[in-house]
């Protein structure tokens, strides 16, 4: 099983951005949890992280040749307005599980819309990095 999680701008800055908001964790340690992940659960994963909205386009359709089994993504702030990243996860038939660290809802108003959501298979909003091992157990549940 293949599953590739992809996420958006300012994700490489774990750590190091707004701690009262996304937690002290960085980016290391949210890759070495899913690394982890992976291994127990028996899963092929891929990550990817890019501040461009065309480089996670590039990355979402090569998913496609790829035969990846399913997706997570946190699109970042691209969640609010990316129509192009939109787009480009209903062209996958799999299922795909949208990842916030923080609750989205209860934050600025602007972040309460999610235009990737209503593509995806589910939201996960607000559980911090658990968050993602949430998502590949939902990935592993719904293909097998």
Avoid: W
């Avoid at 701690?19 to 899913?34: A, S």
């Avoid at 480089?55 to 699109?75: F, M, S, W």
């Amino acid at each position: 099983m293949k599953i590739l999680v992809i996420n958006g701008p300012n994700l490489n800055f774990l750590g190091i951005r707004e701690k009262g908001i996304y937690g002290t964790q960085d980016f290391n340690y949210l890759l070495k949890l899913l690394e982890e992940k992976a291994n127990e659960c028996n899963v092929e994963l891929e990550i990817f992280q890019s501040n461009g909205e065309g480089e996670i386009i590039d990355r979402l359709q090569k998913a496609y040749y790829d035969q990846v089994d399913g997706i997570v993504i946190n699109p970042g702030a691209y969640t609010h307005y990316s129509y192009a990243i939109r787009d480009a996860l209903a062209s996958l038939d799999i299922p795909k599980i949208e990842v916030h660290i923080s609750n989205i809802h209860q934050r600025e108003e602007f972040r309460h819309t999610s235009v990737t959501a209503p593509v995806c298979t589910s939201q996960i909003a607000g559980l911090g990095l658990q968050g993602y091992l949430l998502a590949i157990d939902a990935i592993l549940e719904i293909v097998q």
